[in-house]
């Protein structure tokens, strides 16, 4: 059956609340007075200006708010070394970004250095469990507030990246992109905090450089999060890109389980590249914005307005990066359905 999305070309406040509220009256099961409900954002790299501003997400909070729920902003810590990589720094560019303003709790889901998580048991093809950011798993309720934008490694992002890659505590962020450990490599300084902080034991000092016993490593993360120099390195080469949409579709799948869901996307200031990066260059024309119950049908809704109003998938042109697979598998897991109803409003 078509699940329906709702589209608006304006991006007002009025229309971003009716929009959202529609949605919700959609949604098979609505959110409600005192649901912990986590508004998924991406509060934006040091740099970024492209990401979803709090006044347009002002609404959402406003329409939960009306119901009673109880929304808090919420994302989870970063994988690569930035203003989002402890949830002391990462509440600081929240700060900075003017997310305090909605006057909602901020709380970075996975905790201090991500080490906060709950494996979901989902059974799938690639993983059996994911490792969910806490925080997030424990909300009764999930809205991912998303800006669709490219991706080098799946093409485009939007509200399936932003459950799957977004909610991944540290580790899950690392078993989506690769299915190779992290290793040390120059800028090594020897200073031991990896080899301290690793809860493993994986990791020696030998003489001035720190190396990583991977036959012991666990895959958390730690030590790149604890490395001030940059050394540990991510093997972000890992996973092919249709590996990296398949993981990151089968977290999206974890990080909604068991909960209500109502997705809204941000179709405007398309960039090349996602929010982590400092800005990025614009690439095609602003649509509008999408919202539904139904993560897919919501991604492959804002996939098919931006094809159509440029004539052409600019995503693959900018990133090289053909990113319709996580829709296919997406659907083919049971996420969501790619036949949508689509209402304007
Ligand atoms: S924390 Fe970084 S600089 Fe220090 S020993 Fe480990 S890899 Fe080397
Ligand atoms: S990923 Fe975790 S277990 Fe592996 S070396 Fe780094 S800190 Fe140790």
């Not at 009025?14 to 409900?37: P, Q, Y």
């Not at 990589?85 to 905790?111: C, Q, S, W, Y």
């Not at 490219?150 to 299915?179: Q, T």
């Not at 120059?186 to 493993?200: S, W």
């Amino acid at each position: 059956m078509a699940a329906k999305v709702f589209f608006s070309q304006r991006f007002d406040a009025e229309s971003i609340r009716t929009l959202f509220e529609r949605a919700c009256s959609a949604a098979a099961v609505n959110i409600k007075a005192g649901d912990r409900t986590a508004v998924k954002v991406h509060f934006g790299e040091e740099g970024n200006t492209r990401f979803v501003p709090p006044s347009s997400i002002r609404p959402v909070i406003e329409a939960l708010k009306a119901v009673k729920a109880a929304p808090f902003l919420t994302d989870a810590n970063t994988l690569y070394r930035g203003m989002r990589v402890n949830a002391t720094d990462h509440m600081e560019i929240a700060a900075r970004h003017g997310f305090k303003a909605l006057g909602v709790p901020i709380i970075i889901a996975d905790g201090e250095r991500g080490e906060e998580e709950t494996e979901i048991e989902i059974e799938k093809r690639i993983f059996r469990k994911v490792r969910i950011a806490a925080r997030v798993a424990e909300a009764d309720a999930i809205v991912p507030v998303s800006h669709f934008k490219g991706h080098i490694l799946c093409g485009f992002g939007g509200a399936i990246k932003n459950l799957g890659m977004g909610c991944g505590s540290r580790a899950g962020k690392l078993e989506m992109h690769s299915k190779i450990r992290p290793s040390i490599g120059a800028g090594c300084l020897a200073c031991g905090k990896c080899v301290e902080n690793c809860p493993a034991d994986a990791i020696s000092l030998e003489g001035d450089q720190a190396e990583i016993i991977h036959e012991r490593c666990i895959g958390c993360a730690e030590c790149i999060s604890v490395c001030e120099t940059g050394a540990v390195e991510v093997p972000w080469a890992g996973a092919t890109s249709r590996e990296v949409q398949e993981r990151c579709a089968e977290y999206a799948f974890g990080a909604l389980s068991g909960k209500k869901c109502v997705c809204v996307t941000f179709i405007n200031n398309i960039t090349s590249d996602c929010d982590c990066m400092a800005d990025s260059r614009l690439i095609g024309k602003d649509v509008g914005i999408v919202s539904s119950p139904d993560p897919v049908s919501c991604e492959q809704a804002a996939y098919d307005l931006v094809v159509k109003a440029n004539g052409r998938d600019i995503f693959r042109e900018a990133t090289g990066t053909d990113g319709r697979h996580i829709l296919e598998y997406s659907e083919k897991i049971g996420l969501g359905t790619r036949d949508y109803e689509l209402v304007r409003i």
